[in-house]
């Protein structure tokens, strides 16, 4: 099957609007959400505190991607496992 040369651009077309769409959609609900809190005309100082929090949020992450691979580790190693640790969940806002 062979697509001609108008049907391809059209495709094309139609998939990068509707990436766009998405795109936007995705971005006013995040800043809906609160997950966005900077907006168009925010300025350097206000990035400070977001990056701060991002950055937090990564140091999480990494602890619990490390237990996880400490326990990943010991039940590939046949350990059995009596006590696995807590981890620490915030709730959502």
Known sequence: MRISKRMAIALITVVLL???TLGHL????SHAQGVLPISRGAKASHLGPVIDQMQKHIDELQ????????VK???VAG???????????????
Do not use: C, H, M, Y
Not at 79 to 93: A, C, N
């Open 18 to 20: 509707t990436g766009f």
């Open 26 to 29: 995705s971005l006013k609900l």
């Open 63 to 70: 602890q619990n991607l490390k237990a996880l691979r400490e």
């Open 73 to 75: 580790d010991a039940l």
């Open 79 to 93: 350990e059995k496992i009596e006590i696995i640790p807590q981890l620490p969940v915030k709730p959502l806002k």
